[in-house]
């Protein structure tokens, strides 16, 4: 049979930079960057709880202060890199409901140009990283989370995934610049940690000295603030004021003190249970460090995503006081996973679910599923990639564990 014009023109190869595709990958990624921009467009009217009982307020508030003038004044509880931005568009004569929902559409796409870039350098496949990236565009708790609900968690979200980007590239510099440049937007940047500290151990990409780019560059962003007039130690524990204003188990988030009935507002023993989840989930994660550095293991880029993802969805299950959008980044993780090994889709498609579950009773005030059920249902799917991280640190053992220390 002839080929047609039209196949011969969409198997045209096309070179961007160093990344060789053909035409109607090409044609095709547009389709997905242009029709997420558009369900984002519809859902861009709506207005939560969230943004006209705080954004809005603040915005206000900034406005009538003098915009970046008003950084001196403690208006929200939010750090100073996320005010800087609201005081930038408080100059702006438009929609601030817009204007804000914009910003984190942004890092929504910057988010999914990373996973991309990840999806690539794992399986050098375009066409699992295109759909690596529409995954990311199209996921509901994606664009709930930023189009919807105004929040801004996708922005340092967008930057732990670029970290991840370039501890591949074997570039521990880079790497944890973007984790403190995340942190000073959220202080769930942290949730990547215990990951690169077991990288560190198992000497993959991650030195121990650019940690330091954490406290250094968290330092370097409440600068202007203080300079507006802001209490240096008001901006140095505003994360400590964060921890303290929710004392229950859980906001929401389905995981452990959900079972335990420690929600809010039913709480009944949040302070002593919560204490011991945090020793627990210390535990559980030093446990994975024992385990993988006893281990003389090959570490496959699947391994290291594997561990990441796990390690991040110990925390969350673990760790108390969990907002229930507090699993996005287990989210994107999940994403990459799945890119990683196309069999693992449903493990992805049973996170975002998790999530978009656990945001209704906020969105639009009904539990769709007793939060009890998606939390036991969570704990099903934490297990399984338990279970896939155990059979890969095992098919990837190169070696007997490390000898016992002599008497």
Known sequence: MKERVFDRAMSREVKIGALRCRAVDVIFALCVLVLAFLARLRLMPIGSGDYYGAFEVWMEQIR????????????????????????????????????????????????AAAVFLIVHRMTGNVRKAIFGMAFVLFSPAVLLDSAYWAQCDMIYAAFLLLALYWLFRENSNACLIFVAVAFTFKLQAVFLLPFLIIMWAKQRTVKLRHFVWIPVIYVLSVIP???????????????????????????????????????????????????????????????????????????????????ALLTVAVIVYTLPHMHERYGILLDLLAIVYAMSDVKKLPVFFGFSVVSVVSYMPFLIAEE???????????????????YDFYRQVRENTVGATAPEPSP
């Open 368 to 386: 769709i599923v007793p939060l009890r059920y998606t939390a036991i249902a969570l704990l099903g799917l934490i297990l399984y990639v338990g």
């Open 64 to 111: 009538e202060n003098g915009g970046f003038r008003s950084l001196g004044m403690e208006i929200s509880n939010y750090p100073s890199s996320y005010m800087y931005i609201m005081c930038l568009l408080s100059y702006l004569k438009g929609n601030d409901l817009y204007a804000l929902k914009l910003v984190s559409i942004l890092f929504d796409y910057v988010a």
């Open 225 to 307: 603030a203080w300079l507006m007039g802001r209490s240096f130690r008001d901006l140095m524990g505003i994360y400590f004021g964060q921890a303290d204003l929710y004392p229950w188990g859980t906001l929401n988030y389905p995981n452990l003190y959900a079972l335990l009935g420690e929600t809010m507002p039913n709480q009944h023993y949040a302070a002593a249970v919560s204490g011991a989840g945090i020793l627990m989930t210390v535990a559980v994660l030093g446990g994975f460090a024992y385990y993988l550095y006893t281990k003389k293991v090959r570490l496959t880029d699947r391994l290291i995503v594997t561990l």
